[in-house]
């Protein structure tokens, strides 16, 4: 029995890596009720001065968390951060359900926009990482469009 070389079993595991995270982007980005989010946040109660501020607190707190959230896939790897990232959301769209404005929407809203931080940069790294221990980086931007377009 002849061992793969070093190089190869490496390249395998990255390999893996893109269909995975193209399998988590699609899961993260199923969101087809977005048309319907200020419906929906109107039939909870707010009028949309309170959405306006909402979202841009929430695109305030996605830019502030960005930079930490890069240095914790720097230090703990990026794929720790994007399963952050999509734990994050998963426990946010539950509590979104819950009344407008209550502590438990609020902490849901800033758990979402959080989880944004923490997969943003990190997936299109890991993206590149892989095409890179393949040697295929010339075929990024192809693989970038196709990921973006997801």
Known sequence: MVAAAPGLAASSAYRGNIWRLFTVQALLMFILWVPIWVVFLQR???GLTQ????EGFAWV???ALEVPSGAIADRWGRKASIAMGAFLYSV?????LAEALSPAFLLGYALWNSSTAFVSGADSALLYDSLKAGGRTSEAPKQNGRYAAI
């Open 51 to 54: 959405i306006g501020l909402l």
């Open 61 to 63: 707190l996605t830019a």
């Open 44 to 46: 909870k109660g707010l």
């Open 92 to 96: 946010a769209m539950f509590l979104i």
